[in-house]
């Protein structure tokens, strides 16, 4: 499986925020404004928390905490946070800042495999759609897991190996459009 680095694109959003604000990490939303642009590149975009339990507990924990500081009351997993927005720890825990943002994301306990054509607000699958040829694809086993556009234009959320990266992996900026 190859994909680029989840905490890799964190800390490169981070640097951008920092140094040069006019551009920053592309959201899910971004991505899917350009297919063309990444096709046959993998490109992290969000995290799908699901669970406290599995993989990744320990963030997947911190991550929630957060959330309920926040006062959220979380009533139903799973949640997609976007990369953008949050800060890495020393200890490579994520953190939520004012400019993070995150759902309830149904579409992420869906079969791997399932088709979908149309987009949310947020860049991920809004309906079931079988004549498509792109897939959602998830492992409902990890409690926290990168999510990222896939080469086929798929999003995928089935990979709890938040560290690895590969030559087809990308890191995509995105520039706001004015006016």
Not at 99 to 117: I, M, P, Q
Not at 132 to 151: E, F, H, M, P, T
Request: glycine share 6%; net charge neutral.
């Amino acid at each position: 499986m190859k994909h680029s680095n989840t905490y890799l694109a964190t800390a490169v959003d981070m640097f951008f925020k920092k140094y040069h604000p006019e551009y920053r990490l592309a959201t899910q939303l971004d991505l899917e404004q350009d297919l063309d642009f990444t096709k046959g590149t993998y490109s992290d975009s969000g995290l799908a928390l699901r669970n406290l339990i599995g993989a990744n507990k320990e963030q997947a924990e911190y991550i929630f905490e957060q959330l309920k500081k926040r006062g959220n009351k979380i009533e139903e997993f799973p949640i997609w946070l976007n990369l953008r927005g949050l800060e890495l720890t020393k200890d490579l825990n994520f953190d939520l800042t004012d400019e993070s943002f995150y759902k309830t994301a149904e579409c992420l306990n869906w079969d791997s495999g399932t088709r979908f054509s149309r987009i949310n607000d947020f860049g991920l699958p809004k309906e079931r759609d079988s004549s498509s040829v792109r897939q959602i694809w998830a492992d409902k086993n990890y409690a926290l897991s990168s999510c990222y556009l896939g080469r086929n234009s798929g999003l995928d959320s089935s990979y709890s190996v938040l560290s690895l990266s590969f030559d087809c992996g990308r890191v995509v900026l995105a520039k706001p459009r004015s006016g």
